[in-house]
């Protein structure tokens, strides 16, 4: 399974951001999908996270200033940034985890998105 993540880009403190990430492929389910972000010397970390039952979780960082929510008929994932911060400046990847079927078997996959660039300039 494949993702493409797009949306990324500068933008000046207090701004807003979407980011968009479609997965493609062939028998396929997905189970949850999140967004992660990694800055500059720090370890990726999830910011936010949903199920296919639309239950959301967030990192407390971003909690009352990011929404994540789902396409489950287009297998799409968005992030809406509100307030961005400089601190939020870090690359965003998609990840969606599930199952598909290879050679008649389910098999489980854990997949990544190649990352967005996000800047926020104090």
């Known amino acids: 399974v494949q993702l493409q993540a797009s949306g990324g880009g500068l933008v000046q403190a207090g701004g807003s951001l979407r980011l968009s990430c479609a997965a493609s492929?062939?028998?396929?389910?997905?189970?949850?999908m999140g967004w992660y972000r990694q800055a500059p010397g720090k370890q990726r970390e999830l910011i936010a996270s949903?199920?296919?039952?639309?239950?959301?979780t967030y990192a407390d960082s971003v909690k009352g200033r990011f929404t994540i929510s789902r396409d489950n008929a287009k297998s799409m994932v968005y992030l809406q940034m509100n307030s961005l911060k400089p601190e939020d400046t870090a690359v965003y990847y998609c990840?969606?985890?599930?199952?598909?079927?290879?050679?008649?078997?389910?098999?489980?996959?854990?997949?990544w998105g190649q990352g967005t660039q996000v800047t926020v300039s104090s």
């Open positions: 990840n969606a985890v599930g199952m598909r079927t290879v050679v008649g078997r389910p098999r489980a996959f854990d997949s």
């Open positions: 492929g062939t028998s396929f389910s997905i189970n949850a």
């Open positions: 949903i199920t296919n039952g639309g239950i959301t």
